[in-house]
């Protein structure tokens, strides 16, 4: 379930910054940029894979929702409230060589969060991970470095209340490469059903097309 400390706001998803509890997968946490409101869980199913034993990558998938739940083939978004979690690391930083600044980057995140409505939200960015060894072992884990998020993909009226956000925190995952992919399924079919937040500075792909390829009016 999803970790709040007061309960001032429209959603129990969030809460006001405070101190967190770790939970056994980490204690991975989005942070608003814009005010004090943040967005945790117990993270009890963390797993990770790697890409054809690759030890540069990796892709670990966190969430608090119940095991058998999220990875039955149900319908997950009828009165679900978690999130899961995808980060992707594509490269492995070595020590002297790799700059462990504001600008890096290694990995990508998405989390997607659902609300108990039916209503989901998918956040997504990049930012830095410091493993703490290379991907390949029973078990992997690291550190994220504040990834910058922000809301991509919606549905069902969810309320963007972190606005653009960061991801910081620790994470431990052990290796299964079927639960793995089972999260991995169940991600893309969630944000497949959702749709993307529209950019106020960029028109619609479908309406652009369809400006473009209307003929024009004789005078």
């Not at 470095?145 to 052990?174: H, I, N, Y």
Request: proline letters at 6%; one cysteine or more; a negative charge.
């Amino acid at each position: 379930m999803m970790r709040f400390f007061l309960v001032v706001l429209s959603s129990t998803l969030f809460g006001l910054l405070g101190s967190g509890c770790s939970s056994p997968g980490g204690d991975l946490a989005l942070y608003s940029e814009s005010n004090s409101v943040f967005l945790t869980g117990d993270w009890t199913t963390a797993v990770y894979a790697t890409t054809n034993n690759d030890p540069n990558t990796a892709d670990v998938y966190l969430t608090d929702l119940p095991r058998e739940r999220v990875l039955s083939e149900g319908d997950l978004l009828a009165g679900a409230s978690g999130s899961v979690i995808h980060i992707h690391l594509f490269l492995v930083p070595k020590a002297g060589m790799t700059p462990i600044e504001a600008s890096a980057c290694n990995m990508t995140v998405r989390q997607v969060v659902l609300a108990g409505s039916g209503a989901a939200g998918l956040y997504g960015g990049g930012g830095f991970l410091q493993p703490d060894s290379r991907p390949g072992k029973e078990h992997f884990s690291g550190s994220i470095f504040d990834a910058t998020l922000k809301l991509l993909r919606s549905s069902g009226g969810f309320p963007d209340l972190l606005d653009g956000c960061t991801m910081r925190g620790d994470f431990d995952a052990v290796r299964d490469e079927q639960a793995a992919r089972a999260l991995a399924a169940r991600i893309e079919a969630i944000v497949a059903s959702m749709q993307i937040v529209d950019d106020p500075g960029v028109a619609p792909p479908d309406k652009a097309a369809t400006a473009e390829a209307a003929p024009s009016e004789a005078p």
